[in-house]
């Protein structure tokens, strides 16, 4: 894992967002391990490189759904990378 990657890791793992939405009151979740190895892959190896496919656009979908049937109200894109 690079030092961009580890980075992001940080911020979606650690304290960052998460102690930020307390203070409004949001409770947040993340992905689960796999689905965040796979996001991490995908922008670091595809959207970094202006490479946009079908598969994977439809994978951050199912990510968001799984997310919807959880009962989540929103989902943050928290990249730069996701148009």
Not at 16 to 24: A, P
């Amino acid at each position: 894992m690079d030092a961009v990657s580890r980075s992001s890791q940080y911020l979606v793992e650690g304290p960052v967002y998460s102690e930020t939405l307390k203070e409004f009151g949001i409770e947040g979740t993340i992905p689960d391990e796999a689905d965040r190895e796979r996001m991490s892959e995908i922008i670091f190896k595809e959207l970094v490189n202006g490479i946009f496919t079908e598969g994977s656009r439809l994978f951050l979908d199912k990510v968001a759904e799984t997310f919807k049937v959880r009962g989540c109200e929103a989902v943050v894109l928290g990249c730069t990378e996701l148009p």
